[in-house]
């Protein structure tokens, strides 16, 4: 454990997974179940399959090995957590979907700590993205999939200025984007660019850094997608180039892959060459 704990934090995850293998492999030779020793390292290697983007292999040990968690509890909604980034950022997004709405619907969730609940509200917000954009169909629910109970329900950290922060930003601009609230995106892009500036530097946080760039842009190109997505160009090959291991953050901050997302943005964005958004940058850079 220590071993792995040294290889996470130098972000060498295949390393990680062939750490987890050696463990599991010990402890399967036992006469007996070793279920807490099992639990641990299973879950570090799924860690580092979904850090080594490895979805095939994460989908795999999640089926085989979830009977280890008893269902409802705090391992269980852990171990479903990284079963739901795996399909998610697979782009098997019904699938995704199911695991949300199961582990959602159990008693059991209204129970969880807060910092775990709120991060099944973060994918809720993702999810609602996803059916705004037509990549899943709109469920009608009182309940969920409400933006403003959305809200509501996610809290931005003060403290938390390289985590969970970052898919909060994003999807509060991309789910503005969805709708065509564009005077919700312009003030939004300032947002975005305060918090890169402070907290996002290409040395400790590239994909991210880069990402938020290519959002600001949008707004400033008056939400056309040949625009946009030419002045884009050298920022999104700036972020191909930035891989998980160099950019320092977990699987985690990248609910969806940015290279997915950005050409989701792309999809929606407006085809036309004239756009009736300056007036209102007018207006506002005149107040």
């Excluded at 402890?27 to 641990?40: C, E, G, I, R, T």
């Excluded at 292999?57 to 980034?85: D, M, P």
């Excluded at 973060?122 to 403003?148: N, Q």
């Amino acid at each position: 454990m220590l071993q792995i704990a040294i290889y996470d934090n130098q972000n060498d995850h295949q390393k990680v997974v062939g750490l987890c293998e050696s463990a599991i492999d010990f402890f399967d030779k036992k006469n007996y179940k070793s279920f807490s020793a099992l639990q641990v390292f299973y879950y570090s290697q799924l860690v580092g399959h979904l850090n080594l983007r490895q979805f095939d292999r994460c989908r795999a040990v999640t089926l085989k090995h979830r009977i280890l968690f008893q269902t409802g509890s705090y391992n269980w909604y852990k171990w479903e957590e990284l079963h739901f980034l795996a399909e998610f950022n697979a782009g098997e997004y019904e699938a995704a979907l199911a695991i949300w709405l199961y582990a959602t619907d159990r008693v059991e969730f209204a129970d969880l700590p807060p910092a775990i609940g709120e991060s099944w509200k973060i994918f809720e917000a993702y999810l609602l993205f996803l059916m705004r954009c037509k990549r899943l169909k709109e469920r009608k629910d009182g309940k969920r999939f409400r933006i403003a109970k959305i809200w509501n329900e996610i809290h931005f950290s003060n403290r938390d200025k390289s985590g969970m922060n970052i898919p909060i930003l994003i999807i509060q601009f991309l789910l503005a984007l969805a709708d065509k609230e564009y005077g919700q995106c312009i003030d939004r892009e300032e947002s975005l660019a305060k918090y890169r500036t402070r907290y996002l530097k290409p040395d400790n946080a590239a994909r991210s850094h880069y990402f938020f760039k290519m959002l600001e842009l949008i707004p400033k190109c008056d939400f056309n997608a040949s625009i946009v997505k030419t002045n884009a160009a050298p920022l999104l090959e700036h972020l191909m180039k930035s891989s998980q291991k160099t950019a320092n953050q977990n699987f985690e901050v990248e609910v969806i892959p940015y290279e997915t997302l950005w050409e989701i943005v792309l999809s929606i964005l407006k085809p036309a060459e004239t756009s009736t958004v300056q007036p209102m940058r007018m207006v506002r850079q005149a107040v």
